[in-house]
């Protein structure tokens, strides 16, 4: 395997709305689906991606967009004690969502790059190897 990544909460958008860096979750995707890495989605970036579709869609579009989420090369990571404390340090040290620094977590529990347009996710890099996708 060359890599694990862990997709952000936004890079799930960019790959669903086709927006410019879709074409390197594409890549990644390809990789997993060949075993050639692990393609890791934390549960808090699922809940994201289902309330924000509802807001803007309705619920049924929601539906079907975790719908096709679970159906890619992806393991949703669940909450466990671990995880939280890390994420609990990371949100102690730096101004990030509660959602970003579990992300983060889940990244450095995963050994994984952070996949991810969110600039505000610029301070993690020192805990993580990040790939920042075009704004």
């Excluded at 997709?7 to 086709?18: G, Q």
């Excluded at 879709?22 to 990789?31: G, N, Q, R, S």
């Excluded at 975790?66 to 090369?73: D, F, G, R």
């Amino acid at each position: 395997m060359d890599k694990n990544y862990v997709l952000d909460t936004s890079a799930i958008f960019v790959y669903l709305e086709s927006e410019e860096g879709a074409d390197e979750v594409e890549k990644i995707l390809t990789l997993a689906r060949k075993d050639k890495c692990k393609v890791f989605i934390s549960f808090i970036s699922l809940m994201e991606v289902y309330y924000i579709v509802w807001q803007r869609k309705g619920e049924g579009i929601a539906k079907e967009a975790i719908v096709l989420i679970k159906s890619l090369p992806i393991e949703i990571v669940e909450s466990k004690e671990r995880l939280i404390l890390s994420a609990g340090h990371i949100k102690a040290n730096h101004k990030l969502s509660v959602a970003d620094a579990i992300v983060t977590a889940t990244a450095i529990e995963k050994s994984a790059k952070l996949v991810h347009k969110d600039s505000e996710l610029e301070p993690v890099s020192q805990y993580v190897a990040t790939l920042e996708l075009p704004s």
